[in-house]
């Protein structure tokens, strides 16, 4: 276990660099699925086809080929940055499906009268969505979406072995390929550094759970 | 003074599915008149009441409120909404909101109100509906007659040219029926637009100026509240009332 003492810096980079990728993702992912579920349950037939067809896509698509077609198709199409960069993409699209349908079953779980009632007093439709629905929504997506963005911090290691690197996952890689540590320790570090963040974010996630069961 | 009806329905036609819910209809209310729309269940009196603000689309004719021909969703058919008060058999309280919010939700919203000018106008709706000490609870902790009468105020604060009622008393309990049938006679009293679908024939003889009886989808009487209740022409509204109103 002396490797994770010996090397705790390079651990504390790991996790950090974990932590970049996870914090931009989370927002990325939490944002663009929540549009998506807008998407999914609009009244214009070429946007609900949009977020049909993300859901789709991106849903049905292992991580790793999504991160491949980011970071070699992005710059055919004249976007360049960093691995990083594309890595934070690839993992913000693909978790912003799996974001999308928690969502959406939040929505779809808020009476219809609630919405009705909304349009009746001459509310638009994205009104109706974002001041009457969503907020209502909030109390069931919560549990599904902390499973999504638990799933998320884990998908990150994937990132990491994708070439972004100095992630918790690939230093660990690191310091059993390049500097000949035992592995198993080297990865019970690792695994801690994962853990350090997944389940603080599960308690969080309870006390928010609790905080808007109430607040209605 | 013009002569163009508040609401004007004409061959109306729809369907869900195989079944014709609506069958040619023909209606028009004049401004300031307090219609009843009476009949079985299933007769389509409620898809009735939601096609006039468009909550139903329809399938063929026309629908036009205070002249003016009901758009297709977006913006336009939302600002006619806004004209157009609703009442709910469910009620339909924002259930996270408070009560005083859900009043003001509107005005504020769409109205662009003032937030103090919707708060003053609210509480004045609420005071007017009895509940102006509740503003600050939530839906669920009101009584069903409260929570009609919030909703009632709701769609008043919207300042509408009618007000649509859809079975406003059908879900409570026996004894909450006549505080909202109070607030509604007043508002009938006041000169307000109203189609109601219900079953209380007491306020139908009380506060209506038409009643419109309607089955299987098409409306077979259209009376004056005396001449329908005490003589009926069509069998099945001697049919419907000799039910109701011989227990």
């Known amino acids: 276990m002396g490797v994770i003492v010996e090397q705790f810096p390079l651990y504390a980079q790991g996790f950090l660099q974990t932590l970049r990728i996870c914090l931009f993702s989370a927002v990325g992912a939490l944002v663009l699925g929540t549009i998506l579920a807008g998407f999914r ?69 808020v009476s219809a009268g609630q919405a009705e ?31 999504v963005i638990i799933a998320m911090i884990k998908n990150s290691a994937i990132v990491g072995a994708f070439g972004v690197g100095g992630d918790l996952f690939a230093n660990g890689v690191q310091l059993t390929s390049a500097q000949g540590y035992a592995a198993g320790a080297v990865l019970i570090g690792v695994l801690l550094g994962y853990l350090v963040l997944t389940i603080p974010g599960g308690i969080l996630l309870g006390v928010l759970e609790r905080k808007v069961s109430v607040a209605r | 003074m013009t002569n163009t009806p508040m609401i004007r329905m004409a061959s109306v036609d729809k369907h869900f599915g195989e079944l014709h819910v609506l ?18 269940s299933g007769s389509g009196k409620s898809t009735l ?12 004719g026309t629908i036009e409120v205070d002249g003016k021909e009901l758009p297709a969703e977006g913006k336009a058919l939302a600002a006619l909404r806004a004209d157009v008060g609703m009442v709910f058999q469910s009620f339909n309280l924002f259930a996270h909101k408070t009560i005083l919010e859900n009043v003001t939700l509107g005005p504020l919203k769409v109205r662009k109100a003032s937030k103090s000018d919707a708060e003053k106008n ?72 109203m189609l109601v679908v219900t079953h209380e024939m007491g306020f139908a003889r009380r506060a209506a100026h038409r009643v419109v009886f309607m089955s299987d989808g098409e409306i077979v009487e259209d ?17 419907f009332l000799g039910k109701i109103l011989t227990h």
């Not at chain 1, 009632?117 to 919560?142: C, K």
């Not at chain 2, 069958?23 to 079985?40: H, K, M, T, Y």
């Not at chain 2, 649509?164 to 006679?185: G, I, K, R």
């Open chain 2, 23 to 40: 069958r040619d209809i023909n209606l028009e209310v004049a401004s300031g008149q307090v219609v009843v729309v009476l009949g079985p």
């Open chain 1, 117 to 147: 009632a909304a349009r009746a007093i001459g509310l638009t439709f994205s009104q109706s969505l974002s001041l009457i629905v969503l907020p209502q929504a909030l109390r069931t997506v919560v549990p599904p979406l902390g499973s």
């Open chain 2, 122 to 193: 609210g509480l004045a709706l609420l005071e007017r509906v009895g509940i102006a000490n509740q503003r600050d609870k939530y839906p669920a902790q009101l009584s069903g007659g409260q929570q009609q009468r919030a909703a009632i105020a709701r769609a008043l604060a919207m300042k509408p040219k009618v007000m649509l009622f859809d079975e406003p008393t059908s879900a409570l309990d026996p004894e909450m029926v006549q505080e909202v049938l109070d607030v509604m006679t007043t508002l009938a009293a006041d000169g307000m637009t």
């Open chain 2, 49 to 60: 009441c939601r096609t006039i603000n468009r909550l139903e689309p329809i399938d063929s």
């Open chain 2, 223 to 239: 009376a004056a509240p005396d001449a329908f209740f005490s003589s009926p022409t069509s069998d099945r509204a001697k049919d």
């Open chain 1, 41 to 109: 349950v609009s009244p214009v037939p070429p946007l609900r086809m949009v977020g049909s067809a993300w859901v789709t896509v991106f849903r049905n698509t292992p991580l790793a080929v999504v991160l491949f077609a980011v970071a070699f198709g992005l710059p055919e199409l004249g976007v360049n940055g960093s691995y990083f960069y594309f890595g934070v993409i690839g993992l913000t699209f693909y978790t912003a499906a799996f974001v999308c349908e928690a969502v959406r079953s939040g929505i779809n779980s």
